[in-house]
């Protein structure tokens, strides 16, 4: 009987679905912060940018 536990435990692949559905999920996770962390760079230098600019035009 506790053979047969073993060989059903053995066989049984759903825990190893669910790693993978979290290692993709961590994977996209990564990614976006990343992209987000990029544009929020890009963002902040454009709006300096413009700061500047409109700072210039009002004689400030």
Partial sequence: MRIDILKKFRKD???????EYGL???LVSVAAIGALTAMGN???QMFTTVSSALSAAVGG
């Fill in 13 to 19: 692949e759903s825990g190893a679905t669910a790693i």
């Fill in 42 to 44: 890009s963002l902040n």
């Fill in 24 to 26: 993709i999920a961590a």
